[in-house]
């Protein structure tokens, strides 16, 4: 590794990911690149849809919760 380079900690499972895109992608190493940055940036979308959708779920819980005004 290159002077000054930072070690990464690599999930166990990077390299069976890996040959798994490489192979859908009939071992085109950037059509499965492209797939597998597609693929994390739809998980990345649905991640933040969930939480948008949990946040309003929580702020309605607290306006329901909320003590009546006297």
């Given at each position: 590794?290159?002077d000054?380079?930072?070690?990464?900690?690599?999930?166990?499972?990077?390299?069976?990911?890996?040959?798994?895109?490489?192979?859908?992608?009939?071992?085109?190493?950037?059509?499965?690149?492209?797939?597998?940055?597609?693929?994390?940036?739809?998980?990345?979308?649905?991640?933040?849809?969930?939480?948008?959708?949990?946040e309003?779920?929580?702020?309605?819980?607290?306006?329901?919760?909320?003590?009546?005004?006297?």
């Amino acid at each position: 590794m290159a002077d000054g380079a930072r070690q990464v900690e690599l999930h166990p499972a990077l390299d069976a990911v890996t040959a798994t895109y490489l192979r859908e992608a009939g071992g085109d190493p950037a059509a499965a690149l492209r797939q597998a940055v597609a693929d994390a940036l739809a998980a990345l979308d649905e991640a933040e849809r969930q939480r948008t959708a949990q946040e309003r779920l929580i702020s309605r819980g607290y306006v329901r919760g909320a003590r009546p005004r006297a």
